[in-house]
């Protein structure tokens, strides 16, 4: 074949071409062929490689029952978010991913801007903030946040647990604690095995001992003569 055949031969996919008068350029041609068919395999697998990848973690995205987002790093706005974020944030699929993260992430315990520079320079984020349902609902949410590459571009990856329960059995437990502490009953509180675990500041005040001398004691201690009331 002449030089304009073996140039359109290349424009549709040939490797290369010898011509009849060049046949020293043969075995150069020969490998040349069979290194680029070896790229091309590699190609091949490392594509389907990342298409199972990306298929699988789709997949445990979707599926979770942990609530989940992807965030667009530069813009800020969810890109996706699973069926368990819908029911938690209690908007549809299209409204969720005209929210931007900032209106998602109500920090009660670091400065958005800091959320977001941490996670563009360590990678990844725990933090909690608090968030108000389109139903006027109050929600407390626990975040775990990392950066992820999918194919060629970046995305913050956000688990999100609502921790909502949580925050009022705490605060139930704080406000018992406080009404215990504060109590003119001598309180005391054993393990399973009798032994005190806890004892309000009443109980000291009355029977003289401390806490930390009561603590792993049988209460039987203040019926021994060494009451020091």
Same mark, same amino acid.
């Given at each position: 074949?002449?030089?304009?055949?073996?140039?359109?031969?290349?424009? =549709? %996919?040939?490797?290369?071409? *010898? $011509?009849?008068?060049?046949?020293?350029? $043969?075995?150069?041609?020969?490998?040349?062929?069979?290194?680029?068919? =070896?790229?091309?395999?590699?190609?091949?697998?490392?594509?389907? +490689?990342?298409?199972?990848?990306?298929?699988?973690? #789709?997949?445990?995205?979707?599926?979770? *029952?942990?609530?989940?987002?992807?965030?667009?790093?530069?813009?800020?706005? *969810?890109?996706?978010?699973?069926?368990?974020?819908? /029911?938690?944030?209690? +908007?549809? /699929?299209?409204?969720? /991913?005209?929210? =931007?993260?900032?209106?998602?992430?109500?920090?009660?315990?670091?400065?958005?801007?800091?959320?977001?520079?941490?996670?563009?320079?360590? %990678?990844?984020?725990?933090?909690?903030?608090?968030?108000?349902?389109?139903? @006027? @609902?109050?929600?407390?949410?626990?975040?775990?946040?990392?950066?992820? /590459?999918?194919?060629?571009?970046?995305?913050?990856?956000?688990?999100?647990?609502?921790?909502?329960?949580?925050?009022?059995?705490?605060?139930?437990?704080?406000?018992? @604690? @406080?009404? *215990?502490?504060?109590?003119?009953?001598?309180?005391?509180?054993?393990? $399973?095995?009798?032994?005190?675990?806890?004892?309000?500041?009443?109980?000291?005040?009355?029977? %003289?001992?401390?806490?930390?001398?009561?603590? %792993?004691? =049988?209460?039987?201690? $203040?019926?021994?003569?060494?009451? #020091?009331?």
């Amino acid at each position: 074949i002449g030089e304009e055949s073996a140039i359109d031969l290349l424009k =549709n %996919g040939a490797a290369d071409y *010898v $011509l009849k008068d060049r046949m020293s350029r $043969l075995p150069f041609a020969i490998r040349k062929a069979l290194e680029e068919a =070896n790229e091309r395999h590699e190609r091949r697998h490392m594509q389907q +490689e990342l298409e199972k990848s990306e298929a699988k973690f #789709r997949h445990l995205f979707e599926n979770h *029952v942990a609530a989940k987002v992807l965030i667009d790093p530069e813009t800020g706005y *969810v890109v996706e978010a699973n069926e368990a974020a819908v /029911q938690l944030v209690g +908007e549809t /699929q299209e409204t969720i /991913q005209l929210l =931007n993260w900032r209106q998602l992430a109500h920090s009660t315990s670091v400065e958005l801007d800091e959320i977001s520079r941490i996670i563009m320079e360590e %990678g990844k984020i725990h933090f909690e903030s608090r968030f108000i349902r389109s139903d @006027k @609902k109050i929600t407390d949410l626990e975040i775990f946040a990392s950066l992820i /590459q999918i194919g060629d571009e970046q995305a913050i990856h956000a688990i999100v647990h609502d921790i909502t329960d949580k925050k009022i059995a705490e605060e139930e437990n704080r406000l018992l @604690k @406080k009404a *215990v502490e504060s109590s003119s009953i001598s309180i005391s509180i054993t393990d $399973l095995q009798g032994n005190i675990i806890y004892v309000n500041p009443f109980f000291q005040q009355i029977t %003289g001992y401390s806490s930390d001398e009561v603590q %792993g004691k =049988n209460p039987r201690i $203040l019926k021994s003569g060494l009451d #020091r009331k």
